[in-house]
């Protein structure tokens, strides 16, 4: 007895969370919930890198985007004030130009997707020591540029942000 | 032994949210939204790749090494972004991307 049918289920459920979550994502009017449908599709989608065997990559998901780029969302959301043309969005003069353009892409990509058939998989027993190993050897200078642009990026927020004028201090 | 689930599934869901999120930045008008939609897109390379290095015949963890790279990227993008919408925001008070037409302070 096997359970395999078991990961198929698990797959079923989280792909339905996944592109449900992220149709609302894009379909719902109210900027909050819209975040929080984003966040949602987050947590599935560590779901769906565990399935895979990932599980670095999953802790690494929950950690930064579910906790980190979630939170800092939710805070833009907080400070620009959110007005009452949501509703607008059916009502765009692009809206239909979008949706032919993107579903005459997506037919055809979501068919090669799927022809994808399965290499050799992967040993199991976890991803960490093999990700270690390629992160700290062979993309250690890569690794090192990316602490730069980490560093860059944090400059650039806090410079962007900072008030000049010293009245309102 | 063949896993359960295909390797074609996992892409097939990565493209699907991959679309997903490219209709929502040419259709929603809200800076934040936008933020959250590309967001959405490099969430679904980032299923595409787990998925190649795990299953397509690779030797190491390549694949997850770039999703790491990705990881640092969105973050510091998400950062930066929401800086310039809060800056635009403070010189000219309007959040949706077709009002604010001039870049200029």
Do not use: H
């Not at chain 1, 109210?30 to 065997?53: E, H, P, Q």
């Not at chain 2, 390797?7 to 259709?27: H, P």
Request: hydrophobic share 60%; charged share 15%; aromatic share 12%.
């Amino acid at each position: 007895m096997t359970f395999d049918f078991l990961e198929m289920v698990l797959f079923a459920i989280l792909a339905i969370a996944i592109v449900g979550a992220g149709a609302a994502v894009v379909l719902v009017g109210r900027i909050t919930s819209a975040a929080l449908f984003m966040a949602f599709t987050f947590l599935c989608m560590a779901g769906m890198f565990l399935l895979l065997g990932a599980e670095t990559i999953a802790a690494f998901q929950v950690l930064i985007y579910v906790g980190a780029i979630t939170v800092l969302i939710l805070y833009g959301v907080m400070f620009t004030p959110q007005g009452s043309r949501d509703y607008g969005l059916f009502f765009q003069k692009q809206t239909p130009w979008a949706i032919v353009f993107v579903a005459f892409l997506a037919v055809p990509v979501m068919v090669f997707a799927s022809s994808f058939q399965d290499g050799r998989p992967l040993a199991r027993g976890g991803d960490l020591v093999p990700l270690a190993t390629s992160l700290f050897g062979d993309f250690a200078y890569p690794f090192e540029v990316a602490s730069v642009l980490l560093l860059a990026a944090l400059v650039g927020a806090i410079v962007l942000v900072k008030r000049d004028d010293e009245e309102i201090r | 032994m063949t896993p359960a689930v295909p390797l074609g599934a996992f892409i097939a869901v990565s493209a699907a949210l991959f679309f997903i999120g490219c209709a929502g930045v040419l259709t929603r008008r809200n800076a934040v939204v936008i933020l959250m939609c590309v967001e959405l897109m490099l969430n679904a390379a980032n299923l595409a790749l787990v998925a190649f290095s795990r299953r397509y015949g690779a030797t190491d963890e390549r694949g997850s090494v770039f999703v790491v790279f990705v990881f640092v990227v969105a973050a510091a993008e998400v950062a930066v972004g929401l800086a310039i919408v809060l800056s635009a925001y403070r010189t000219r008070p309007v959040v949706n991307v077709d009002e604010a037409r001039a870049m200029k302070g």
